[in-house]
């Protein structure tokens, strides 16, 4: 893997072109990292990350920890560096601290999707313009960081210091769709028979639970994290508990799989990525509603 590193350029306007430009990458040696368990030890040739993020030690550690994962990370320290970039290269996924000296994380991604947008325009690229996924990194994951920036289109939001295994398996499972075969279906997120039968048949209720539950499965997502970072074996069943009783009344059949799983091996990385998994499909999901041809014969 290589690693990039910006350096300082001025804010780059998206209406425009700007003659600065960062310069060439600076190759760094691969570190000797072992892969998180469950994952391969290498996602396909040609994964190119950005990560924006303004403390050098956190920075080396999120390059180091994804290098098994990709062929390289372009490391911006602020704003200006970031939108430069995007406005250079393509990349496969945005890595953003949410606090940075010159702009918001949250600020920035609307500027960096802008700047690929305007940068994807110009070269005359044709097709669906196609978003990288983004993840929000902060110092400061309390609920409603975590809402403004999901809210903004960061896929997920993590806490630091996050563990190299956590990282490595968000990132794995993004970029997961570029070497699923088309033909295979993923396992199905919703039952809308099961949901509608705790409802007693009424589908409004079920918008609404579904709604509620989406809203909070990031709370739950970073409680059961945190749980396992501390080795809380109670804390962790207790919150388990919690989201394996709202799986059953949403019909969200996929987590409730998965946090069976890790209830029964929590100390399992592949349980863990599993739970994380499914978490971030629903998160990710742009559609709860039942399938009104299911509601029917149901």
């Known amino acids: 893997m290589t690693m990039a590193i910006c350096q300082p350029a001025p804010i780059v306007a998206c209406s425009q072109h700007s003659p600065h430009r960062p310069s060439r ?5 691969k570190p000797d990292l072992p892969a998180a368990s469950g994952t391969p030890d290498r996602q396909p040739a040609g994964i190119h990350l950005l990560l924006v993020e303004d403390d050098p030690i956190s920075a080396a550690f999120l390059a180091d920890a994804l290098s098994p994962l990709v062929d390289s990370v372009t490391h911006a320290s602020n704003g200006r560096q970031a939108l430069a970039a995007v406005a250079d290269q393509n990349f496969d996924a ?18 960096l999707r802008e700047c690929a947008e305007r940068a994807r325009t110009d070269a005359g690229s044709a097709g669906q313009s196609i978003r990288p996924p983004a993840l929000a990194l902060t110092a400061d994951p309390t609920d409603a960081t975590r809402s403004r920036a999901l809210a903004a289109g960061f896929r997920a939001v993590v ?4 563990g190299a295994a956590a990282l490595r398996a968000w990132v794995h499972d993004s970029l997961a769709d570029r070497e699923r075969p088309a033909a295979t279906a993923p396992a199905p997120d919703w039952d809308d028979r099961q949901a509608l039968a705790a409802a007693g048949g009424s589908s409004d209720i079920v918008a609404r639970l579904r709604a509620l539950f989406l809203h909070d499965l990031p709370r739950h997502r970073s409680e059961i994290a945190d749980a396992l970072a501390s080795n809380d074996h109670d804390r962790l069943r207790a919150e388990l508990h919690r989201i394996k009783s709202a799986c059953g009344f949403v019909g969200a059949t996929r987590i409730l799989a998965a946090a069976r799983r890790l209830a029964d091996h929590p100390s399992d990385r592949d ?4 739970f994380d998994s499914a978490c971030l499909a629903l998160l990710n999901g742009d559609d709860y509603r039942l399938d009104r041809s299911e509601r029917v014969r149901g």
């Not at 806490?159 to 996050?162: A, S």
């Open 25 to 29: 990458p600076s190759a760094m040696p």
């Open 271 to 274: 349980a863990q990525a599993g």
């Open 159 to 162: 806490g630091k210091p996050i």
């Open 94 to 111: 945005w890595l953003i601290d949410l606090n940075l000296p010159d702009a918001s994380g949250i600020e920035l991604l609307a500027g």
